[in-house]
Each structure stands twice: as C-alpha cells, then as structure tokens.
C-alpha cells in the first residue's frame, strides 16, 4: 500500500482528501501545520507528499525544498495545492512535481497522484 502526507491547515479540506485517498486504498497521514512534516516524513517515508502553499506560518513550497533535501527523499514526488497560485502554475518554481489550484477537482487529484507514484516507481526499477 502506498503511502501518502498530506499537510494542510484547514481542517475541513485536510479530512476530506484524506478520506478520499484512503478510500482509494492508500496509506494516508495528515497534519494540520508545517511544523512537523520533516520528522513525518522521516519516519513515516510517504510515497507522495501533499501540501498546502500555505501552511499556517510554513510556506509549503520552502517545506518541498526541504524534503527534497533530505537524503532519500529527492525523488520523493511533492504536489502543491492552493487558492493563491496564478493560472498557469510552474511546479519548478515551487521546487515541486505538480501543482493544482484550489478549489480542485478530486479525481484530477487522484490522478496526479497515481501518475507521480508511477513515474516515481519506474525510476526505480531497473532498465
């Protein structure tokens, strides 16, 4: 079972995705604030990571950044969600893997979602 975290400081949005990537039979952690998604995700080693821009007084796109330089953890694929993100996002300007402006569609998240395990999954395997 793959695992998912996913951090946003709005409770109702973080229970409802959270509901639905479990019921989509993932592994699913969430948190309510930044300050605690590093040591997460050293201990909890999700497959994906989820996060809100804004996190309360954490900026999810310095928290990928900081993922991504944990050892081990660089092809780990991040999404950034959020309301305050122009039209056309650029993922590489947020350090992440992709980006979907709230409000957003579920099953377009599923399928991000499943698309960034898969690519990173076959990075893994051998040629």
Do not use: W
């Not at 946003?8 to 699913?28: G, P, R």
């Not at 997460?40 to 796109?61: H, I, R, Y």
């Not at 944990?70 to 650029?90: D, E, H, M, R, W």
Request: glycine fraction near 4%; include cysteine; charged fraction near 30%.
């Amino acid at each position: 079972m793959k695992k998912i975290l996913v951090a946003d400081d709005h409770l109702e949005i973080l229970e409802v995705v959270t509901e639905v990537l479990s019921y989509e039979t993932f592994d699913v952690q969430g948190l309510s604030s930044g300050a605690n998604v590093l040591d997460t995700v050293k201990n909890f080693k999700p497959d994906l990571v989820l996060l809100d821009l804004k996190l309360g007084e954490d900026d999810g796109s310095e928290l990928c950044r900081e993922i991504k330089a944990l050892p081990g953890f660089k092809n780990t694929p991040v999404i950034i969600y959020s309301a305050y993100v122009p039209n056309s996002p650029q993922p590489e300007e947020y350090g992440c893997d992709d980006m979907i402006t709230k409000p957003f569609d579920i099953d377009e998240l599923v399928t991000k979602i499943n698309y960034l395990i898969q690519r990173a999954d076959s990075k893994y395997q051998p040629a």
